[in-house]
């Protein structure tokens, strides 16, 4: 079979398919994490026979978060280990240095956890997210403080890269719905006091805090926030997509109740209607515990095995490209709603799951999640 | 008046962190006349060191605070016998750039070690987490336990220097390390202190602050940053001007995220050092060394 000889990867009987991400350090949860919830469902596929009988093999390259480390991984995988498509992309800045090469090398590409606008707007050919974008949660985050009644609304947030990527979006959709926030703070990442934010915040008389912060940050926010006993409506976003470890870095008992945050999935790790996933995890990682950074992993994976089923039994870089674009009302178990792609628009994951997380309580999914 | 109390408070208890990394930096530099920049590196792993102790392995925070020490001591003790000492005779900037490197090391380790544990590891509050009033203001008691740690660490080393033989010692080879040769300081033995010395602060820093600045592997550099500004401020050889330095970057910060904005919070303190160091370049209480010929 000659045309398959010649696709990078792509042998009789297996597919080779590379991921980057972050193997160490603190963004490991959007790239290692997301990892292991791929590769079970890359292993429950083969245990199936595979796509049109080829197994996947899954290639990991780490990327520490780091966008010079982020083109030294998507360049090794293309060309040294000769992958036949990626899926990954986990800390934004880094996912978007990779962009160009991505782009350059047309090979089709998932990403699934990075949110930065600029990797897929505006689209490249073979580049599609299944993750949430920076615009799409942002909108979210303040069209959720004005469906739950607020009306001083309030913006704390970090300036760096990453935050910008957020807050430019999150300040034009303010303008867009005709809304002033009452206050617009900013935070270093690294801070570790918080007390000028929030008494500026609380002399706002503010009910709604949008926050554009790592958990760190965030943590310091309202632990401060708690001390002052300013607890208004504090929406966050993926970057802080564990509630239950928020509560243990902010420290003080009840202080997150008034927290709201995004997820990409609409389960969290102690629901029973993942327990399938929960048990693969937990199998085949001894030691690691279910995630959700595991099921946005679970997720991806599953878009990226129904394009490449789609892509045929020959598949090409072509064809996967356009199976990809070709993803229409594709709906994923963990996944609040359906997953769409087109040529035009190629952010297709669109729906937020909301969290909220009660003293000794778990983590619980809001009834609002996935419209 | 309420607003600047609270902004006050908020500022010293911020500084008192920076004072913390400020006064190891300060040991360092007296004895060794080199910039330790692995001091934050140093705060970092240590932090981690004291989480598997006092989270993993279950030890209470007393013994946890003594081990971390130890460990911090003998951390510092062994980098400078396998990256320091090998280059003790070479210039200032190599030696420098090999606290550099050491700072790279122990980021590396603690990102293999560490860096899949969690983004950020929550270390336990030692107070309680409650909030309390101290003179009408409310204050997160950890924040207490911090600036009375840092009280604590200055009045020790305070004495070491002044009543203490090897604490002499350290000073008369930070003053003139060559005579201190020729009166029978084993000089090698000092710079050992020394730099043990300043890991065992990083490391008692570390355990104090870890609930307030959380851990993960690159914690170091920016709590080097504003303890080595902290420094300077001081006069990078004085262990008060060290701990002066790091409560006015402290209030600095606050004072202008209150009444000014936030955003200029993390300008705010190196305008006040250039301020400073324009009206006194050697530091708030540092000296201009003058040769007689």
């Known amino acids: 079979m000659p045309a398959i000889a010649q696709q990078p990867g792509v042998t009789s009987k297996s597919i080779k398919i590379g991921a980057f991400g972050a193997l160490t350090g603190p963004g490991y949860l959007y790239g290692q994490l997301v990892m292991n919830g791929v590769e079970v469902v890359f292993d429950q596929v083969n245990a199936a026979g595979g796509v049109h009988g080829r197994k996947l093999e899954l290639v990991r390259e780490d990327d520490r978060c780091d966008p010079a480390a982020a083109i030294g991984a998507v360049q090794k995988l293309i060309h040294q280990q000769k992958v036949f498509a990626l899926i990954g992309g986990g800390c934004s800045n880094a996912t978007l240095a990779a962009r160009d090469v991505i782009e350059t090398s047309k090979i089709?590409?998932?990403?699934?956890?990075?949110?930065?606008?600029?990797?897929?707007?505006?689209?490249?050919?073979?580049?599609?997210?299944?993750?949430?974008?920076?615009?799409?949660?942002?909108?979210?985050?303040l069209d959720f403080a004005l469906k739950q009644g607020a009306k001083r609304i309030a913006v704390i947030s970090m300036r760096d890269g990453w935050g910008r990527g957020r807050y430019t979006p999150l300040m034009a959709y303010f303008k867009a719905k005709g809304v002033t926030p009452v206050a617009d703070e900013e935070l270093t990442p690294d801070a570790n006091d918080a007390t000028a934010q929030v008494l500026r915040l609380k002399a706002a008389n503010v009910d709604a805090v949008i926050m554009v912060l790592y958990p760190k940050p965030a943590a310091v926010f309202m632990r401060d926030a708690s001390k002052f006993a300013f607890k208004p409506l504090a929406i966050g976003q993926t970057g802080i997509a564990d509630p239950k470890a928020f509560e243990e870095q902010v420290g003080i008992p009840g202080a997150i109740t008034q927290f709201r945050t995004i997820a990409m999935v609409k389960f969290t790790p102690e629901d029973s209607a993942v327990d399938n996933w929960r048990k693969l995890i937990e199998t085949k990682f001894p030691g690691d515990r279910l995630s959700v950074f595991n099921l946005v992993g679970v997720g991806s994976a599953q878009v990226f095995v129904e394009a490449l089923k789609n892509a045929g039994p020959n598949p090409t870089w072509d064809s996967m490209t356009a199976a990809l674009a070709n993803i229409k009302d594709l709906n994923i178990d963990v996944y609040p709603g359906p997953i769409s792609c087109s040529l035009a628009d190629h952010r297709c994951n669109r729906v937020p799951a909301w969290l909220a997380k009660d003293p000794g309580k778990p983590v619980r999914v809001l009834p609002s999640s996935g419209g | 008046m309420i607003l600047f109390s609270y902004l006050l408070m908020s500022g010293v208890t911020t500084g008192a962190l920076y004072a913390l990394v400020a006064l190891g930096l300060v040991v360092v530099n007296k004895a060794t006349g080199v910039i330790n920049f692995a001091q934050g590196e140093f705060f970092m792993f240590s932090g981690f060191v004291a989480w598997v102790l006092h989270v993993q392995l279950g030890l209470n925070y007393a013994v946890t605070f003594l081990f971390t020490i130890a460990i911090g001591f003998g951390l510092g003790a062994l980098t400078d016998r396998i990256a320091f000492r090998p280059i003790a005779k070479a210039d200032v900037v190599s030696l420098v750039l090999a606290t550099v490197g050491i700072a790279f090391v122990l980021k590396g380790i603690a990102r293999v070690l560490w860096g899949g544990k969690g983004d950020y590891l929550s270390f336990p509050s030692i107070t309680s987490p409650d909030p309390i009033t101290v003179f009408g203001l409310m204050v997160i008691p950890q924040q207490l336990a911090v600036l009375a740690g840092t009280i604590v660490i200055l009045i020790l080393f305070a004495a070491f220097f002044r009543l203490t033989r090897a604490g002499k010692m350290m000073q008369a080879t930070a003053d003139n390390a060559k005579a201190a040769v020729l009166v029978g300081i084993q000089t090698d033995k000092i710079y050992t202190l020394a730099f043990g010395t300043g890991a065992a602060i990083a490391a008692a820093a570390a355990v104090l602050t870890a609930p307030i600045t959380l851990l993960y592997p690159d914690l170091g550099f920016p709590i080097f940053l504003k303890g080595f500004a902290a420094a300077v401020m001081g006069g990078l050889m004085s262990l008060p001007g060290a701990v002066l330095g790091g409560v006015i970057l402290g209030v600095a910060e606050s004072l202008a995220g209150g009444y000014i904005h936030s955003s200029v919070m993390e300008l705010s303190p190196f305008i006040v050092i250039m301020i400073v160091l324009v009206f006194r370049p050697n530091g708030l209480f540092g000296f201009q060394t003058s040769r007689r010929v």
């Open chain 1, 108 to 141: 089709p590409t998932l990403i699934n956890a990075s949110v930065h606008d600029g990797i897929t707007t505006p689209p490249a050919a073979n580049i599609f997210s299944a993750a949430l974008t920076a615009t799409i949660e942002s909108e979210a985050q």
